[in-house]
């Protein structure tokens, strides 16, 4: 019996895991995703051309790899249909190599405005939402309340939608929230949702099961481990877990068959929307690293934050998911700093600690930083780790130390090819 794999995140998300869940797919039959939904933007660049993916896992590209969407994903029928539309036009075989969960839970139009109402409502305190409806699509979840993509296929799914659609609507109204025509929003998703039955659905959780006999899978996360439900920087969080406790309720995996979990981590950090950042930069050097690392959003385009790499959430995160193999993203965007830094500890209160406070919103939290030599060499073309400059080996060398495992792999450019396996 074989394990199934995990691809994670390990910050605040867009560390590159679509880059790399498409880099390990030949080794894999099947990649699935077990959590989030299009507040995902995963990016895979590969013969000159970038494609981005919001809930098709990123194993589609590869001809005979098969690509579930489980039951802990929540799917927007209008968004998946443009998406399949997309890739569809790029060569992929979506009828042959996509399957849905039926448990997965449908993001309904109301659930996206739900997300925008409540985000207005929230004013300066907002978390920062894609507005994708994901929150509210959980909440219903949770609140025994949601559709499910199996639901489509029954005979009273309209009538269930009605119901939900009152309550919706009624509390989007007591939000003050009218920028919308229901009529348009409902026209389009109940096209969508005629136009996915035409796809394969299936009670994946006996399909992973069975599968893992014979097949490699890969289970790709989305988001990041700073933005899980229970250990993000609560409430700037997304509504799922994103660590690799996710796996087993998103997919129907028990805890015994998960295999490598590979961590992806940036070589400094990011964020985007709202919440805590404690080794965030306000100054130049933020402006260059969101310059030389194109950070702006795949899903929304909204800038993102930019600051050193932080230690102590690196190490947290590792710790919550279990990870047994470490990548290490954007290594090329640190070129041509004359000082890299990167944070080691916090100062909490006054307090120094290794731990990531309980609240990181309203702790005051100081990073205490390392410096390192910068180094000037552009990293784009090295493939083998002989070819990395002496400054940029000494950084990666006191990061092993301190998470205390090698970095297996270094990506030093977004293309496929630009990636060293050590
Ligand atoms: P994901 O959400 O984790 O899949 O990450 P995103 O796709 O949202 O963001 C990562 C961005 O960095 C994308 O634009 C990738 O094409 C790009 N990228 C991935 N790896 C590298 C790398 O090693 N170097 C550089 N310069 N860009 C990279
Ligand atoms: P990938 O998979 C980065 C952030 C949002 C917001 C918070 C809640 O590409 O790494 P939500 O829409 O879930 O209600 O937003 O989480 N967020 C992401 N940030 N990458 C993502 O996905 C994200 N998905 C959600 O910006 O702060
Ligand atoms: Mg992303």
């Known amino acids: ?37 299009p507040n995902a933007g995963h990016s895979l660049k590969f013969n000159g051309q970038t494609h981005v993916l919001n809930t098709i896992p990123s194993g ?7 690509n579930i969407i489980g039951n802990g994903v929540v799917v927007d029928p209008v968004k998946i249909k443009a998406e399949i539309e997309r890739v569809e036009n790029a060569g992929a075989n979506v009828k042959t190599n996509l399957i849905f969960s039926r448990k997965a839970h ?3 139009p109301t659930h996206r405005l739900l997300d925008a109402a409540s985000e207005n409502a929230k004013g300066d305190d907002k978390i920062g939402s894609t507005l994708r409806g994901i929150g509210p699509t959980y909440r219903d ?27 919706h609507l009624n509390l989007v109204n007591f939000l003050g929230y009218k920028d919308f025509d229901m009529q348009v929003l409902e026209q389009e998703f109940f096209e969508a949702c005629e136009y996915l039955k035409q796809f394969r659905f299936a009670d994946t959780e006996y399909l992973v099961n069975s599968s893992l006999k014979d097949q490699k899978i890969l289970a790709e996360g989305a988001q990041g481990s700073m933005l899980d439900i229970d250990f993000g920087s609560y409430p700037f969080v997304t509504s799922s877990n994103t660590i690799s406790g996710g796996v087993c309720n998103g997919l129907g995996i028990a805890p015994q068959h998960i295999g490598r979990v590979y961590g992806i981590f940036k070589a400094y950090c990011t964020r985007v929307g709202g919440g805590p950042f404690p080794t965030e930069l306000h100054d130049e050097t933020g402006e260059k690293l969101r310059k030389k690392g194109h950070e702006f959003g795949a899903t929304t385009g909204r800038p993102r934050r930019c600051g050193w790499l932080d230690l102590v959430a690196l ?63 552009d990293l784009t073309a090295c493939r083998k780790k002989s070819e990395l400059p002496a400054n940029f080996l000494a950084y990666i060398d006191f990061l092993e130390k301190e998470l205390e495992m090698p970095i297996n792999i ?13």
């Open 106 to 108: 449908i993001i309904l």
């Open 315 to 377: 190490k947290y995160a590792i710790m919550l998911s279990g990870v047994n193999y470490l990548i290490m993203m954007k290594s090329d965007v640190l070129s041509e700093f004359d000082e890299i830094k990167v944070c080691t500890s916090y100062r909490v209160n006054g307090v120094f600690t290794s731990q990531v406070p309980y609240d990181l919103c309203t702790e005051k939290v100081e990073p205490v930083y390392q410096s390192f030599k910068g180094w000037t060499e």
């Open 1 to 37: 019996m074989n394990k199934i794999d995990v691809v994670l995140g390990l910050q605040w998300g867009d560390e590159g895991k679509g880059k790399i869940a498409d880099f390990l797919t030949p080794k894999y039959q099947i990649i699935a995703r077990f959590q989030g939904g």
């Open 60 to 66: 589609i590209f590869h001809a005979g790899c098969t």
């Open 410 to 422: 270094i990506s030093v450019g977004p293309d496929r090819e630009q990636t060293i396996i050590d």
């Open 141 to 167: 979840k949770i609140g025994r309340n949601g559709l499910r993509l199996g639901d489509i296929l029954s005979a009273d799914f309209e009538k269930k939608y009605t119901g939900i659609r009152e309550e």
